[in-house]
Structures are given as C-alpha cells and as structure tokens.
C-alpha cells in the first residue's frame, strides 16, 4: 500500500541544465538567518507603528488604551504573521533569486530551465512550503532524499531549484539593481503587515 508521501513524491527531473541543488543543512540555515531578520524586521515595524500610533493617541484620534491592546496575541496574529514571511520570501525569491538568509549562504533560487526564478513561480514554492515545514521539516526533507536535484514539494509543483552559486548561476544573470529591489519589496512587505496587524488591533 502506497504512503502518503509516496503518493506526493516528485516525479523524475526533466531535461535541465542543473546537476546538484543545495542540501537540507544549509537551507535550513537560510531559513534560520531569514527567521531573524525577519524579528528585526518586526521590531523595527513595532517601534515605528507606535511611534504613530502614540501621536494619534495624543490627539484623542484613537484610544489612550492603544498599549494593552496591541500587548493581545491572538489567532490573527499568527495568520498575519504567517502571511508576512510568505510575501517576503515570494517578492525576494522572486525578483532577487534570493532572500537575505540565502544570500549570506551562497543559494539562488532558480527554474528548470536555468532562468532566474519568476514571481508566480515564488508565490507557488513559497506557500508550499508550509507543507514542507509540517513535522519540523520532514516532509520537505522527504521529498528531497527522493529527488535528484534536492526539490522540496514546493519546487517540485513550482519547477524550481534551490542551487550553491558556486554549482550554478541562471541566465540571464540577476544584475545587483534587480537584487536589491527584491530584498527592498520583500521587507517592506513583511512590515507592511505587521503594521496593518498593528491597527486592526486599534482600530
């Protein structure tokens, strides 16, 4: 009787330019880094949306109670959240091939075909992969022991890649304008939602 993840595995890799991708180890590590900075990038929403919100509160536009009520964590916060690092890894994974973590790691993200990643191609791999983070990361970690190319789910169902640069760089190549762009848009967006969970707190 067929698994569960045998029912999921990737099908065989079709004609690619790519050998080898990246290993579980260093992904994770990425991810990691990623993590963090994005709490950094949290942080710094928090502290600049109350700043703003403290002024309305001066000004009688909101209520003097603005500070206990952003202290409540509640089911939105975490879906908000969730929401957040999804936007930031599908806007840097797919106009920069890369998120910070990544960057610091040497990875890039990038098609079958050897082409940098597309944004569709992101939003897809990146929302898989809170199926590939079930049970701490093995059914990632499964899909990749099965593929030759490393694939989780995610890239398997978005044809992409996770590569070391030093294995592979897509063509055409990611100029350093489209890469900071990327990391820009990504981290703006994962604040951006952090400050609109901010104000349905107060609203």
């Not at 990425?30 to 919100?53: H, N």
């Amino acid at each position: 009787m067929k698994s569960y993840s045998d029912e999921l595995a990737p099908p065989p890799i079709p004609d690619s330019p790519l050998t080898v991708g990246a290993g579980f180890g260093i992904r994770f590590l990425a991810r990691f880094i990623d993590l963090i900075y994005g709490y950094v990038l949290a942080f710094v929403a928090m502290f600049c949306g109350g700043i703003v919100l403290a002024v309305l509160s001066s000004t009688g536009r909101i209520s003097e109670d603005w500070v206990a009520k952003i202290q409540v964590t509640g089911p939105l916060d975490y879906l908000l959240a969730i929401v957040g690092y999804w936007l930031y890894h599908s806007f840097t994974d797919g106009i920069s091939g890369t998120s910070l973590g990544k960057l610091i790691c040497r990875l890039n993200v990038v098609g079958l075909d050897g082409r940098p990643c597309t944004l569709p191609a992101a939003f897809l791999r990146d929302l898989a992969y809170y199926v590939d983070a079930l049970f701490f990361g093995l059914i990632g970690y499964e899909s990749m022991k099965k593929s030759s190319l490393r694939q989780r789910y995610g890239d398997v169902w978005a044809k992409t890649v996770v590569a070391r640069k030093a294995d592979f760089m897509p063509t055409p190549k990611v100029t350093t304008l489209r890469l900071l762009s990327g990391l820009a848009l990504g981290s703006l967006a994962m604040m951006a939602v952090h400050l609109v969970d901010l104000w349905l707190k107060v609203r």
